[in-house]
Protein backbone atom coordinates (compact mmCIF):
# COMPACT_ATOMS: atom_id res chain seq x y z
CA UNK A 1 0.00 0.00 0.00
CA UNK A 2 1.48 3.27 -0.79
CA UNK A 3 2.13 5.79 2.02
CA UNK A 4 -0.24 8.99 0.45
CA UNK A 5 -2.42 8.16 -2.62
CA UNK A 6 -3.92 11.17 -4.78
CA UNK A 7 -6.45 10.84 -7.99
CA UNK A 8 -4.44 11.39 -10.83
CA UNK A 9 -6.80 13.51 -12.86
CA UNK A 10 -6.78 15.23 -14.80
CA UNK A 11 -9.37 17.08 -13.05
CA UNK A 12 -10.41 19.78 -15.35
CA UNK A 13 -12.92 23.17 -14.15
CA UNK A 14 -14.26 25.76 -15.97
CA UNK A 15 -12.73 29.15 -14.59
CA UNK A 16 -14.22 30.81 -11.36
CA UNK A 17 -15.16 27.45 -10.21
CA UNK A 18 -14.07 25.54 -7.00
CA UNK A 19 -11.25 23.06 -7.74
CA UNK A 20 -11.09 19.75 -5.06
CA UNK A 21 -8.07 17.69 -4.75
CA UNK A 22 -7.66 14.85 -2.35
CA UNK A 23 -5.31 12.64 -0.59
CA UNK A 24 -5.27 9.74 1.58
CA UNK A 25 -2.35 8.63 3.73
CA UNK A 26 -1.35 5.00 4.96
CA UNK A 27 -0.16 5.87 8.66
CA UNK A 28 -1.63 7.34 11.37
CA UNK A 29 1.37 8.42 13.61
CA UNK A 30 1.71 10.98 10.22
CA UNK A 31 2.18 14.55 11.58
CA UNK A 32 2.28 17.26 9.00
CA UNK A 33 0.23 17.39 5.50
CA UNK A 34 1.89 19.84 2.17
CA UNK A 35 0.55 20.38 -0.65
CA UNK A 36 2.67 21.31 -3.31
CA UNK A 37 2.06 23.22 -6.86
CA UNK A 38 4.21 22.20 -9.46
CA UNK A 39 3.87 23.79 -13.08
CA UNK A 40 5.15 22.27 -15.93
CA UNK A 41 9.01 21.95 -16.53
CA UNK A 42 9.45 23.30 -13.03
CA UNK A 43 10.22 22.60 -9.58
CA UNK A 44 7.70 22.01 -6.56
CA UNK A 45 6.50 25.33 -4.53
CA UNK A 46 4.70 24.71 -1.26
CA UNK A 47 1.54 26.55 -1.31
CA UNK A 48 -0.50 24.97 2.05
CA UNK A 49 1.05 22.92 5.42
CA UNK A 50 -1.99 21.94 7.85
CA UNK A 51 -1.17 20.30 10.89
CA UNK A 52 -4.26 20.23 13.04
CA UNK A 53 -7.64 18.66 12.11
CA UNK A 54 -9.84 21.06 10.19
CA UNK A 55 -9.38 24.08 7.88
CA UNK A 56 -7.02 26.10 7.28
CA UNK A 57 -7.60 28.84 4.93
CA UNK A 58 -4.82 31.30 2.83
CA UNK A 59 -6.16 33.22 0.55
CA UNK A 60 -8.04 31.09 -2.44
CA UNK A 61 -7.15 28.03 -1.03
CA UNK A 62 -8.12 26.18 1.84
CA UNK A 63 -6.68 22.77 3.24
CA UNK A 64 -8.55 20.35 5.02
CA UNK A 65 -7.30 17.81 6.82
CA UNK A 66 -9.13 14.80 8.90
CA UNK A 67 -6.85 12.56 10.99
CA UNK A 68 -9.51 9.99 11.69
CA UNK A 69 -10.23 9.35 8.12
CA UNK A 70 -6.75 9.94 6.82
CA UNK A 71 -7.78 12.31 4.30
CA UNK A 72 -6.24 15.57 3.73
CA UNK A 73 -7.84 17.88 0.53
CA UNK A 74 -7.03 21.04 -0.97
CA UNK A 75 -9.75 23.40 -2.31
CA UNK A 76 -9.28 26.68 -4.45
CA UNK A 77 -11.73 29.10 -5.17
CA UNK A 78 -12.16 31.22 -7.89
CA UNK A 79 -10.55 29.02 -10.34
CA UNK A 80 -8.21 30.78 -12.58
CA UNK A 81 -5.84 28.96 -15.76
CA UNK A 82 -2.77 30.48 -13.81
CA UNK A 83 -3.86 27.47 -11.11
CA UNK A 84 -3.56 24.91 -14.08
CA UNK A 85 -0.74 22.54 -12.46
CA UNK A 86 0.13 19.63 -10.99
CA UNK A 87 -0.63 19.30 -7.31
CA UNK A 88 1.11 17.01 -4.74
CA UNK A 89 0.22 16.05 -1.52
CA UNK A 90 3.36 15.15 0.72
CA UNK A 91 2.74 13.12 4.27
CA UNK A 92 5.71 14.23 7.09
CA UNK A 93 5.59 10.62 8.61
CA UNK A 94 8.38 10.26 11.85
CA UNK A 95 10.03 12.92 9.60
CA UNK A 96 10.06 11.30 6.90
CA UNK A 97 8.47 12.67 3.85
CA UNK A 98 6.35 10.96 1.41
CA UNK A 99 4.75 12.30 -1.97
CA UNK A 100 1.53 11.16 -3.44
CA UNK A 101 1.80 10.83 -8.03
CA UNK A 102 0.01 14.34 -8.06
CA UNK A 103 -3.28 15.12 -9.48
CA UNK A 104 -3.38 17.37 -12.95
CA UNK A 105 -6.02 20.54 -12.61
CA UNK A 106 -6.76 22.13 -15.77
CA UNK A 107 -9.00 25.32 -15.19
CA UNK A 108 -10.86 26.02 -18.46
CA UNK A 109 -11.07 29.60 -19.55
CA UNK B 1 11.95 29.96 3.10
CA UNK B 2 15.46 29.41 2.00
CA UNK B 3 16.41 30.69 -1.23
CA UNK B 4 18.06 27.72 -3.44
CA UNK B 5 19.96 27.81 -6.36
CA UNK B 6 21.50 24.76 -8.25
CA UNK B 7 23.67 24.34 -10.64
CA UNK B 8 23.54 23.05 -14.07
CA UNK B 9 19.94 24.13 -14.67
CA UNK B 10 20.47 21.50 -17.35
CA UNK B 11 22.73 19.72 -19.50
CA UNK B 12 22.82 16.74 -21.73
CA UNK B 13 25.69 13.98 -21.44
CA UNK B 14 26.81 11.25 -23.42
CA UNK B 15 26.10 7.80 -21.89
CA UNK B 16 29.07 6.38 -19.50
CA UNK B 17 30.15 9.86 -18.63
CA UNK B 18 29.68 11.27 -14.81
CA UNK B 19 27.88 14.86 -14.16
CA UNK B 20 28.13 16.66 -10.86
CA UNK B 21 25.19 18.39 -9.85
CA UNK B 22 25.60 21.60 -7.08
CA UNK B 23 22.82 23.13 -4.68
CA UNK B 24 23.71 26.06 -2.63
CA UNK B 25 21.28 27.55 -0.07
CA UNK B 26 21.69 31.63 1.17
CA UNK B 27 21.19 30.13 4.50
CA UNK B 28 22.64 27.10 6.85
CA UNK B 29 20.60 24.14 6.97
CA UNK B 30 20.57 21.00 8.57
CA UNK B 31 19.12 18.53 6.34
CA UNK B 32 19.49 18.66 2.47
CA UNK B 33 17.89 16.39 0.35
CA UNK B 34 17.95 14.81 -2.96
CA UNK B 35 15.19 13.58 -5.53
CA UNK B 36 14.64 12.29 -8.95
CA UNK B 37 11.68 13.04 -10.84
CA UNK B 38 11.05 11.24 -14.01
CA UNK B 39 9.17 11.99 -16.79
CA UNK B 40 5.43 12.25 -15.35
CA UNK B 41 6.55 10.91 -12.37
CA UNK B 42 5.97 11.98 -8.63
CA UNK B 43 9.07 12.70 -6.67
CA UNK B 44 11.70 9.49 -5.68
CA UNK B 45 14.16 10.38 -2.67
CA UNK B 46 17.53 9.66 -3.63
CA UNK B 47 19.37 10.11 -0.31
CA UNK B 48 19.15 12.81 2.66
CA UNK B 49 22.58 14.68 3.17
CA UNK B 50 23.49 15.52 6.67
CA UNK B 51 27.25 17.92 7.07
CA UNK B 52 29.65 15.90 8.58
CA UNK B 53 28.09 12.31 7.89
CA UNK B 54 27.64 9.92 5.15
CA UNK B 55 24.75 10.35 3.49
CA UNK B 56 21.69 8.05 3.95
CA UNK B 57 20.60 6.33 0.67
CA UNK B 58 16.85 5.26 -0.17
CA UNK B 59 16.65 1.54 -1.45
CA UNK B 60 17.67 1.33 -5.18
CA UNK B 61 20.30 3.97 -4.70
CA UNK B 62 23.52 3.51 -4.30
CA UNK B 63 26.98 5.45 -3.47
CA UNK B 64 28.47 4.26 -6.14
CA UNK B 65 25.75 5.42 -8.58
CA UNK B 66 25.17 8.97 -6.81
CA UNK B 67 27.54 9.86 -4.48
CA UNK B 68 27.25 12.86 -2.43
CA UNK B 69 28.81 15.43 -0.75
CA UNK B 70 28.18 17.93 2.10
CA UNK B 71 31.09 20.01 2.89
CA UNK B 72 29.07 22.54 5.04
CA UNK B 73 25.96 23.79 5.86
CA UNK B 74 24.87 25.30 2.73
CA UNK B 75 26.07 23.67 -0.27
CA UNK B 76 25.86 19.90 -1.21
CA UNK B 77 26.69 18.08 -4.54
CA UNK B 78 25.09 14.90 -6.03
CA UNK B 79 27.45 12.87 -8.86
CA UNK B 80 25.53 11.04 -11.33
CA UNK B 81 28.08 8.73 -12.67
CA UNK B 82 28.24 6.39 -15.44
CA UNK B 83 25.36 8.11 -16.62
CA UNK B 84 23.14 5.88 -19.17
CA UNK B 85 19.51 6.72 -20.87
CA UNK B 86 17.56 5.56 -18.20
CA UNK B 87 19.14 8.53 -15.76
CA UNK B 88 17.42 11.19 -17.61
CA UNK B 89 15.66 12.86 -15.01
CA UNK B 90 15.09 15.69 -13.51
CA UNK B 91 17.22 16.53 -10.15
CA UNK B 92 16.24 18.32 -7.42
CA UNK B 93 17.68 19.01 -4.18
CA UNK B 94 15.34 20.48 -1.32
CA UNK B 95 16.18 21.63 2.58
CA UNK B 96 13.58 21.48 5.49
CA UNK B 97 12.10 24.77 6.49
CA UNK B 98 12.49 25.86 10.39
CA UNK B 99 9.05 25.35 11.22
CA UNK B 100 10.14 22.85 14.51
CA UNK B 101 8.55 20.20 14.38
CA UNK B 102 6.85 20.35 11.53
CA UNK B 103 9.00 21.00 9.29
CA UNK B 104 8.49 22.05 5.43
CA UNK B 105 10.90 20.97 2.52
CA UNK B 106 11.76 23.47 0.17
CA UNK B 107 12.99 22.67 -3.72
CA UNK B 108 15.25 23.94 -5.24
CA UNK B 109 14.81 25.09 -9.21
CA UNK B 110 16.00 21.51 -10.15
CA UNK B 111 18.31 20.38 -12.67
CA UNK B 112 17.12 18.16 -16.07
CA UNK B 113 19.28 16.15 -17.13
CA UNK B 114 19.17 14.40 -20.70
CA UNK B 115 21.75 10.96 -21.36
CA UNK B 116 22.39 9.99 -24.71
Known amino acids: QKEVEQNSGPLSVPEGAIASLNCTYS??????FFWYRQYSGKSPELIMS????GDKEDGRFTAQLNKASQYVSLLIRDSQPSDSATYLCAVNTLNQFYFGTGTSLTVIP | SAVISQKPSRDICQRGTSLTIQCQVD?????MFWYRQQPGQSLTLIATANQGSEATYESGFVIDKFPISRPNLTFSTLTVSNMSPEDSSIYLC?????????????FGPGTRLTVL
Open chain 2, 27 to 31: SQVTM
Open chain 1, 50 to 53: IYSN
Open chain 2, 94 to 106: SVEGSGGTYNEQF
Open chain 1, 27 to 32: DRVSQS
